[in-house]
């Protein structure tokens, strides 16, 4: 998950998603500086592979939209959504879309975690982690939290993105370069820790836990178009706002570089992309 991340903990008073969500200061999840993208929340919910009847939580839940996706895998069987977030506004956001769901019963806690997990032992059947860890102090004490609270026999799914694989086509690849790891390695502040590269050593991660690993996998999530709603274009923009916040690059450079990306739209030769990484485990 540094600059502003993609869908996990928000909010002013916690650390927000994974690089793509910022909340306004009004408190209200207006703008998801990362657009949903549709193809990753059936790859994550498809990951989770979620049964009938199952309690499920999705630790740093965001706007909902991952649990609506595991939701609309099973829409003719009753599940229970847990949603827990540090952000109230984007608590109400997932209340929204999870009130769509005529399936499953929900409910949605506003918990920092950072800490203890608001969850009984052995609660859940399969548990969920999107582009949380980066932010976190300690991201070995919420894998061990996710742990306890998932029962014997039942999965977790945590999944990152790697935010040094940000692909931009660009006029001046020498800088893109250079803005790309600035950016991975920028602490905000909302941001208790930083750690672009955290995608690659999820393994690692898990590796240090009382977790079984089943499955790693890999997905490139990829943008053709430098336009709003696009991610490319989201990344892009937030990239350059995280550093021209923090001094470290002239504004002109990166106005003269978002331009650059605007010619290359405008003759169709723009792209972007970004791996995401995922280890399916299992508590033995």
């Not at 984007?90 to 769901?101: F, M, P, W």
Request: hydrophobic share 45%; glycine share 8%.
């Amino acid at each position: 998950m540094a600059g502003l991340k993609v869908s996990g903990m928000a909010g002013p008073t916690g650390p927000p998603p994974s690089r793509p969500r910022a909340a306004d200061p009004a408190g209200e999840v207006a703008d998801m500086i990362e657009p949903v993208v549709p193809d990753r929340l059936r790859w994550l919910a498809g990951l989770l592979d979620p049964g009938p009847g199952e309690r499920i939580v999705d630790l740093g839940c965001g706007t909902g939209s991952t649990l609506e996706a595991i939701a609309g895998r099973l829409p003719r069987a009753d599940l229970e959504l847990l949603g827990l977030d540090a952000s109230a506004a984007a608590l109400r956001a997932a209340e929204r879309t999870l009130g769509r769901l005529p399936n499953a019963a929900r409910l949605l806690v506003q918990a920092d975690l950072a800490g203890q997990v608001p969850l009984a032992d052995a609660s859940v059947d399969r548990a969920l982690c999107h582009n949380v860890l980066e932010c976190l102090p300690d991201p070995d004490a919420l894998v061990a939290e996710a742990y306890r609270v998932v029962r014997p026999g039942g999965h977790l799914v945590l999944s990152h993105s790697d935010f040094d694989t940000l692909v931009f086509a660009s006029e001046d690849l020498e800088l893109t370069r250079w803005l790309v790891r600035a950016y991975c390695d920028t602490q905000q502040d909302w941001m208790d820790a930083v750690d672009g590269t955290i995608g690659r050593r999820l393994v690692d991660i898990v590796g240090r836990s009382r977790l079984r690993v089943d499955d790693v996998q890999a997905r490139v999530n990829l943008s053709q178009r430098f336009q709003p709603g696009e991610l490319g274009y989201a990344y892009a923009h937030n990239l350059a706002a995280v550093l021209r916040a923090s001094g470290q690059v002239d504004p002109a450079e990166l106005d003269s570089w978002l331009a650059g990306l605007h010619r290359l739209d405008a003759r169709r030769a723009f792209l972007f992309s970004v791996n995401d990484y995922a280890v399916v485990c299992a508590r033995p």
